[in-house]
């Protein structure tokens, strides 16, 4: 069973940063892509980040300059390094991945649990 844990949420004043990690474990053959989404309250899920195997990345347009996502390939692991954090930021943040569970399967998506990130005035 696949299985992506986030870590690394809390509560930081605005200005301040955080730094995401979400791991992929279990039958994992490959990962193509992994990203990271976020709902805030009375919203609905947003895309924030993506990267694809290789070095193509896309940020939403609110995030773009002061979010970075970055990938482990060894590690299975994606992060999301937020950096100038607003009020606005606030939500929980969620972990996805398409990946291949074995050679002969097809890609699959996985979400992760989320982790809540909030961030005070």
């Known amino acids: 069973q696949v299985q992506l844990v986030e870590s690394g949420g809390g509560l930081v004043q605005a200005g301040g940063s955080l730094r995401l990690s979400c791991v992929a474990s279990?039958?994992?053959?490959?990962?193509?892509?992994m990203g990271w989404y976020r709902q805030a309250p009375g919203n609905q899920r947003e895309l924030v980040a993506h990267i694809i195997q290789g070095y193509s990345t896309n940020y939403a347009d609110s995030v773009r300059g002061r979010f970075t996502i970055s990938r482990d390939n060894a590690k299975n692991t994606v992060y999301l390094q937020m950096n100038s954090l607003k009020p606005e930021d606030t939500a929980v943040y969620y972990c996805?991945?398409?990946?291949?569970?074995?050679?002969?399967?097809?890609?699959?998506?996985?979400w992760g649990q989320g982790t809540q990130v909030t961030v005070s005035s």
């Open positions: 996805d991945a398409d990946l291949r569970p074995s050679r002969n399967h097809g890609q699959f998506h996985y």
């Open positions: 279990g039958r994992i053959f490959s990962i193509s892509a």
